[in-house]
C-alpha cells in the first residue's frame, strides 16, 4: 500500500513542451503539497492545498499550475518547460498543515532538454 | 526571513560510531521540529520529531535535541550502520504554520 504516489517517475522532455506529474495519497490526509529539490539537494515548498483549497502560492512562475480535483489528489502542471525547470518534484501530504509529519511520495525526475 | 541550515553538509563516520547532525534555525516563534532521512532515489522519509514545548525526544536509535535558547537542533544516531548513510534534513514550520521549512541537508557517510 502506497501512501503517496506519483507518476511517472522520469519524464524527459524538450524545452517548449508542457507537462503534468500526477499525485494521490491514501492516508485521508487535508493538506498536499508540491516540493522542488534541486541539484544540490535543496527542497523548496512551491504549492500547498488545504481541503482542495491553495494555501500556499510560492514564489513560483506562473507556468507552474496545481490542481486538486480532490482532497486525495494534488496534479502539477507545467507551461512551457524551460532547462532551468530541470529538478525532482515531490508530492508530499499531512493531516494539518506545518506542524504535522508530512508524508513524501517517492519524487518525480524531470529533465528539459 | 525564515531558514533553517545545517552546520556541516558531510559528515563520515565508521560503523558502530555515534552520530550527530547539527541545524541551526531563525525563527524564534517555530513550534515544531523535524528530522528526514533521505535515501539515493527516494523521496524523504521521517525520523522524529520535536515540539517546542519539549527538548528531548528518543526514538529507537536516534535522539533529537532542541535548544530554543540558542535555536539549536540536533540529531543523533547510536551505533551508526551502513543503512543510515544519507541526506538528512531538519525542517521547522513556518511562521504561519501552514508549511515545513527544510535546511540544506547533510550527508551522512558510514564506513564499514
Known amino acids: 500500500d502506497t501512501a503517496v504516489s506519483q507518476t511517472p517517475k522520469y519524464l524527459v522532455t524538450q524545452m517548449g513542451n508542457d507537462k503534468s506529474i500526477k499525485c494521490e495519497q491514501n492516508l485521508g490526509h487535508d493538506t498536499m503539497y508540491w516540493y522542488k529539490q534541486d541539484s544540490k539537494k535543496f527542497l523548496k515548498i512551491m504549492f500547498s492545498y488545504n481541503n482542495k483549497e491553495l494555501i500556499i502560492n510560492e514564489t513560483v512562475p506562473n507556468r507552474f499550475s496545481p490542481k486538486s480535483p480532490d482532497k486525495a489528489h494534488l496534479n502539477l502542471h507545467i507551461n512551457s518547460l524551460e532547462l532551468g525547470d530541470s529538478a525532482v518534484y515531490f508530492c508530499?501530504?499531512?493531516?494539518?498543515?506545518?506542524?504535522?509529519?508530512?508524508?513524501f511520495g517517492p519524487g518525480t525526475r524531470l529533465t528539459v532538454t | 526571513g525564515e531558514s533553517v541550515g545545517l552546520h556541516l553538509p558531510t559528515l563520515s563516520v565508521q560503523e558502530g560510531d555515534n552520530s550527530i547532525i547539527n541545524c541551526a534555525y531563525s525563527n524564534s516563534a517555530s513550534d515544531y521540529f523535524i528530522w528526514y532521512k533521505q535515501e539515493s532515489g527516494k523521496g524523504p522519509q521521517f525520523i522524529i520529531d520535536?515540539?517546542?514545548?519539549?527538548d528531548k525526544r528518543q526514538g529507537q536509535r536516534v535522539t533529537v535535541l532542541l535548544n530554543k535558547t540558542v535555536k539549536h537542533l540536533s540529531l543523533q544516531i547510536a551505533a551508526t550502520q551502513p543503512g543510515d548513510s544519507a541526506v538528512y534534513f531538519c525542517a521547522e514550520n513556518n511562521q504561519a504554520g501552514t508549511a515545513l521549512i527544510f535546511g540544506k541537508g547533510t550527508t551522512l557517510s558510514v564506513s564499514s
Open positions: 508530499a501530504s499531512s493531516q494539518g498543515g506545518g506542524s504535522y509529519e508530512q508524508y
Open positions: 520535536i515540539r517546542s514545548n519539549m
